[in-house]
């Protein structure tokens, strides 16, 4: 069905979608609701796998980006290819490698044109991916925080 609600649609995606891709989606969704935008976008996550299906965010990352005033609520999820690509109009992914597993599942052109790496946004950091913190120490949560952060602003300037 046609879509005429005109929100910006953004889905961020990792593998587990219980660190990175939470962690993105609350600090972004802090970043419009600072800006007065909440009525103007559509902030979700999800992962490329269902391991996690249910789960909240992994605790110690839930416990690094409320350190910083980020409250992760999101539930995991796996990404839909036949929901997820007509519903949102960015869907980003944190490394290279989530972002060949959703090329290898787009129908078409129109849903390639979708994607997007996270990095792609970053403005004061020169990373090329959101490095995977789940079996490394804190110092691992704290780069992803800091490259999400930079990311996120870079994300919510361009599209504003
Ligand atoms: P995420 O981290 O992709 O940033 O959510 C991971 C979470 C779980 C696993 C790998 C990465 N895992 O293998 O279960």
Redesign the pocket.
């Known amino acids: 069905m046609e879509n005429h609600n005109d929100k910006t649609k953004v889905l961020f995606i990792?593998?587990?979608?219980?660190?990175?891709?939470?962690a993105a989606e609350g600090i972004f969704k802090k970043y419009v609701s600072d800006a007065g935008l909440n009525d103007q976008f559509e902030i979700d996550s999800a992962?490329m796998?269902s391991?996690?299906e249910g789960n909240k965010a992994?605790r110690r990352m839930r416990t690094y980006a409320e350190e910083r005033g980020y409250i992760l609520e999101s539930l995991s999820r796996p990404f839909d290819k036949d929901v997820d690509f007509d519903h949102f109009d960015y869907i980003i992914a944190?490394d290279g490698s989530n972002l060949s597993d959703l090329k290898s599942r787009a129908r078409g052109e129109a849903d390639i044109a979708k994607l997007h790496r996270m990095t792609d946004y970053c403005i004061g950091f020169d990373y090329d991916t959101v490095p995977?913190?789940?079996?490394g120490g804190a110092e691992g949560f704290e780069l992803?925080l800091d490259i999400l952060e930079d990311t996120c602003k870079g994300l919510l300037d361009k599209i504003k």
């Open positions: 990792c593998l587990g979608n219980i660190c990175r891709s939470p992962g796998i391991n996690h992994d944190m995977d913190p789940y079996y992803v």
